[in-house]
């Protein structure tokens, strides 16, 4: 059995392992044989050219009592029910970006409005709890129709989700989300889609509570922490490299005015791989939609993520209203070099230090417009 490094997070400890072992490595953990990729060439082999024979997923007890006994999309082993669960979810759940529009716009709105009083009272701005905030209300509006308001209620919310993602880390889970109890029937929310699918009979499976159940769970873990740990790293990034901010808000703010571990840090791959430079995706052929194995932030082959179109339309829309109508500082006695880029171990990766900012209202010059 493998003892992993404690000092190290454990993709950090099993890169350096391949660094010595290869980029393609057959482990043991206890009695489970496990395959560890690490190079966009290895990806491409087990993603691509052989998808088909690692696209499923293994019998895990913690797993099914999480998923609903695997009926969710994420443990669900690769069959029929599978295959049409997340055609379900792509055509009738997450198709609905421009539906959702204006609920993100909605949000991101709020917020700003928000932390535009923090730059009127001089107060800096928790950015790791204000994508938290924003994530969980968009999430909540598509699901369910329902933002929170109450900051008691929404610190529950967000408590009962980081408290479920550390049971999945831990591999043990408990079945909640009451969220069954109120339904707007007027709106066509996530759920509303959902539960008319079953009682139409349009799918292909008797489609039960706890089959929407599971997609729920996966909408919310998926879509929460994924979003806002985007942001943050991005925000993150922009204060470590100030004339890439200044470049990044001269752009967006020119474009607007206008108009009123595969390791993505490998050095074979990437220059400088852990340098903050986006000019490098400009004249670059790779993207993030699955198809290039040097960068895969959605996975790829048959359990690419579903839900890509509705992520992106969210972070497209928070950061460049963030970069749009604030300019942003280190807190009073602190400068880039202190920022802190360690993480936490997480479905998504998480900054393990929060990342606290001044800002200051961009005042747009009408006139010249």
């Keep these: 059995m493998l003892m992993l490094d404690n000092s190290l997070l454990p993709h950090i400890f099993l890169w350096k392992l391949s660094q010595n072992y290869g ?18 060439k290895m990806a491409e082999a087990v993603l691509k050219t052989h998808d088909l024979d690692f696209c499923s997923r293994p019998s895990l007890r913690d797993a099914m009592r999480l998923s609903y006994n695997a009926l969710d999309l994420s443990f669900s082993p690769y069959t029929d029910y599978l295959k049409e669960m997340r055609k379900l979810c792509v055509v009738h759940l997450f198709s609905r970006v421009q539906k959702y529009r204006p609920i993100r716009e909605d949000e991101v709105g709020r917020l700003i409005v928000k932390i535009s ?5 001089s107060k800096p701005v928790n950015l790791s709890e204000a994508m938290m905030c924003l994530s969980s209300s968009i999430i909540c509006r598509i699901g369910f129709g329902k933002r929170y308001d109450d900051a008691a209620e929404r610190s529950r919310f967000h408590e009962l989700l980081k408290e479920t993602e550390a049971m999945l880390l831990c591999f043990s889970f408990s079945d909640y989300f009451p969220f069954m109890g109120w339904l707007i029937p007027q709106k066509e929310d996530l759920i509303d889609v959902l539960l008319r699918i079953r009682m139409d009979r349009e799918f292909p499976f008797d489609l039960t509570i706890d089959h929407i159940k599971a997609i729920l769970m996966n909408v919310f873990i998926a879509g929460t922490d994924t979003a806002a740990a985007t942001v943050i790293w991005v925000m993150s990034a922009l204060m470590k490299n100030p004339e890439c901010l200044k470049k990044t808000q001269a752009e967006v703010r020119d474009l607007v005015g206008k108009k009123g571990f595969v390791n993505e840090d490998d050095p074979k791959v990437w220059k400088n791989p852990e340098e903050f430079c986006p000019e490098r995706f400009l004249g670059n052929s790779i993207d993030y939609k699955g198809l290039n194995f040097e960068f895969l932030p959605f996975g790829a082959g048959r359990r690419v993520c579903p839900g890509m179109r509705i992520g992106v339309a969210e972070v497209e829309l928070v950061i460049a209203n963030h970069l749009y109508k604030f300019d942003w500082e280190m807190p009073t006695g602190m400068n880039k070099e202190d920022l802190d880029f360690d993480t936490v171990p997480g479905l998504a990766v998480l900054k393990k230090m929060i990342l606290s900012l001044w800002l200051e209202r961009f005042m747009i010059n009408r006139a010249s417009l």
Excluded: H
Excluded at 29 to 36: A, C, D, E, I, R
């Design 23 to 40: 980029p393609l490595m057959s482990l043991r953990f206890g009695f489970k044989p496990t395959l560890v990729v690490s190079s966009a």
């Design 117 to 121: 009083q923090l730059s009127v009272d």
